[in-house]
């Protein structure tokens, strides 16, 4: 529950972000160095870089795959990060910053440059959220923070694509918002709902 607490509140930094957040205003690919922390975030020289807009799935809650074999949710998470963003070598652009806990949000796109897909743009976000293997993050009132990101995901669960196919897949948002509700209840000195 720790980690769903750390989540819970970057995701309110997050919903709270101004837009008058310092930005720079470059594109920069992420570094071969890159220090992988979560399906959805890493780290180069002191700083965290976060997809702006998703939400990996939690380290430590786990699903079972079609073999009957428990997985770590968030280290599937992270494997397709990782996969994607060696495949597709996207460029990714600041969207907020919290200087105070250096960490820079940002939304990453690649451009095809052969194929049948040649010349168009994949934006890493949508593909993560797409094949299943990250959700669109949502503010402290369930409301998502980046609505095509929601979109996304209906259309992955739908199909029942990445980790959809597996029934008992721990929805990170759903465990994030429980958690600031039960915080909530906590603070003011009332029962959690149940």
Same mark, same amino acid.
């Given at each position: 529950?720790?980690?769903?607490? &750390?989540? %819970?509140?970057a995701m309110a930094i997050l919903a709270t972000a101004s837009a008058s957040a310092q930005t720079a205003s470059r594109w920069f690919p992420?570094?071969?160095?890159?220090?992988?922390?979560?399906g959805d975030s890493? &780290?180069? %020289?002191?700083?965290?870089y976060r997809l702006y807009g998703v939400q990996s799935c939690l380290r430590g809650t786990?699903?079972?795959n079609a073999r009957g074999i428990r997985?770590?949710?968030?280290?599937a998470s992270l494997a397709m990060l990782v996969a994607l963003t060696r495949d597709l070598k996207p460029q990714c652009h600041d969207a907020a910053a919290l200087p105070q806990s250096r960490t820079v949000f940002?939304?990453?796109i690649a451009a095809r440059s052969e194929g049948s897909g040649a010349g168009s743009r994949i934006d890493l976000g949508t593909a993560l959220i797409a094949t299943g293997f990250a959700f669109a993050a949502l503010k402290p009132d369930g409301k998502p923070v980046h609505e095509p990101y929601l979109v996304a995901q209906r259309i992955a669960r739908q199909a029942r694509a990445g980790l959809w196919a597996f029934p008992d897949l721990p929805d990170p948002n759903a465990v994030i918002l429980r958690g600031l509700r039960e915080d909530s209840s906590h603070s003011i000195g009332m029962p959690s709902p149940r």
């Open positions: 529950m720790r980690r769903a607490k &750390s989540v %819970a509140i992420i570094p071969a160095q890159a220090q992988y922390l979560t890493w &780290s180069d %020289a002191g700083t965290t786990s699903f079972t997985r770590d949710c968030g280290e940002v939304f990453c």
